[in-house]
């Protein structure tokens, strides 16, 4: 079983199209990330939850909407997506926001917007 | 607020070679730190982590690490690279308590040839 799932794998959109992104996470955590990794491979975190409570909003455009049903998902929404949306999104989940606790890194989904 | 440098950004070793990544951070408390493997068009998994205790932790693969308090630093060695161990390599840190999010360094390329 894989423990933290995304999907799709790849989405590939025109600019102004609006598209969202899955994950889900079956290892029990309480936390889970949105990451955006640009083509440097540097990692910015964009939002974490901590038991469908939102507790981190980086700056990141009112165009990135997160939803989290229950604390195994969240779910990353993009409207108006532009040429600079395109990169990799990383989801993770880990078992608390802070302490010696390790995250654990979904497959990620490489967006290109055209 | 915290942060984390990686001074080497690209590595080029021969197999068989010993690799050291430099890795230090600056947060006035205390601190769990944390490397992270992403191989080539994977996800980020963990490498090895400290806490607490005994500050050289070792990991998978045979790499390890040395916490350094005084020097801040956090730097991730191993003694033989394999072609296998080509990949991204990124030091994190989170603090011990309250909300507080994961910061990644720049992330070092490994390139190993054989």
């Known amino acids: 079983d894989t423990a933290v799932s995304q999907t799709p794998k790849y989405l590939v959109t025109q600019m102004g199209n609006d598209k969202s992104i899955k994950c889900e996470q079956n290892?029990?955590?309480?936390?889970m990330y949105w990451y955006k990794q640009d083509s440097k491979k540097f990692l910015k975190i964009m939002f974490s939850?901590?038991?469908?409570?939102?507790?981190i909003n980086e700056t990141v455009p009112n165009r990135f909407s997160p939803k989290s049903p229950d604390k195994a998902h969240l779910n990353l929404h993009i409207n108006s997506l532009e040429l600079g949306d395109s990169a990799v999104y990383f989801c993770?989940?880990?078992?608390?926001?802070?302490?010696?606790?390790?995250?654990?890194f979904g497959p990620g989904t490489r967006l290109t917007v055209t | 607020a915290q942060s984390v440098s990686q001074h080497n950004h690209h590595v080029i070793l021969s197999e068989a070679a010993s690799l050291e990544l430099g890795c230090n951070y600056s947060y006035g408390g205390t601190v769990n730190l944390f490397w992270y493997v992403q191989y080539p068009g994977q996800h980020l998994q963990l490498l090895l982590k400290?806490?607490?205790?005994?500050?050289l932790v070792k990991g998978i693969k045979g790499f390890e690490a040395e916490f350094i308090k005084s020097k801040f630093s956090f730097n991730l060695r191993k003694p033989s690279v394999q072609w296998s161990d080509t990949a991204e390599y990124f030091c994190?840190?989170?603090?011990?308590?309250?909300?507080?999010?994961?910061?990644f360094g720049i992330g070092t390329k490994l390139q190993v040839i054989p």
């Open positions: 939850y901590n038991n469908k409570e939102l507790i």
């Open positions: 290892l029990g955590h309480d936390t």
């Open positions: 993770a989940s880990s078992q608390a926001t802070s302490g010696p606790y390790e995250q654990y």
């Open positions: 994190a840190v989170n603090a011990n308590w309250g909300y507080q999010k994961v910061t």
């Open positions: 400290y806490f607490s205790g005994d500050p």
